[in-house]
């Protein structure tokens, strides 16, 4: 309830095709990334592409004392900053306003969350979000659309374990002016990464 509470994302930027994941979906995934053994209040966390940091939020209102929210978009930031005032975990999170590219460190992370762009407005605009996981060499989490085929190759190619193991419906409510319906769903699938040993 009150990860479905905090502001949301305020999606302005098409072209970073932003979206805000609801309470329910973040609560869901932070349970099952738990439930795998890969969170824990030990754990220090980066969420690439945070949008208005529920997902980092939440994993702090579940005990973990580092998170760090990675997000380009200054309005973004902005939103992320109200959400970490308003639950209460100034202490635990910290927003980089930084884009996801080569020059991103990522050595103190051993987890990484991340919901990329999809690809949909600018093909491949997810690339550098994999690329950042696979040189982080940290166990990820990731949602993706549903239809994506290509996570399993570029994480196998790089030697990682990958495992697909959940499939849910995404809200996109209308956020754009190509948005014909007022509300809308697309499938989002999930996947943990682990890196090679």
């Not at 949301?8 to 795998?36: K, V």
């Amino acid at each position: 309830m009150l990860l479905s509470s905090l502001p949301p994302h305020p999606c302005g930027d098409i072209e970073l095709e932003q979206y805000t994941t609801s309470g329910d979906i973040a609560a869901s995934w932070l349970a099952q990334i738990a439930a795998f053994g890969d969170l824990s209040t030990d754990s220090s966390i980066a969420d690439l592409g945070a949008g208005n940091g529920i997902l980092g939020i939440g994993a702090a209102l579940m005990g973990v004392s580092q998170v760090v929210l990675v997000e380009v978009d200054e309005q973004a930031c902005s939103v992320a900053f109200q959400s970490i005032e308003q639950a209460g975990v100034s202490d635990s999170v910290e927003i980089f306003r930084k884009r996801v590219d080569d020059s991103l460190d990522l050595s103190g992370a051993d987890l990484i969350i991340s919901n990329p762009p999809w690809g949909t407005q600018k093909a491949k605009s997810d690339r550098p979000f994999l690329d950042a996981i696979i040189r982080s060499n940290a166990i990820a989490h990731l949602m993706h659309s549903a239809e994506a085929k290509h996570v399993e190759v570029i994480f196998e190619s790089a030697g990682w374990e990958v495992e697909r193991y959940w499939e849910t419906d995404f809200a996109l409510p209308a956020a754009y002016s190509h948005h014909y319906s007022r509300q809308g769903k697309t499938r989002a699938g999930f996947w943990r990464l682990l890196p090679p040993v």
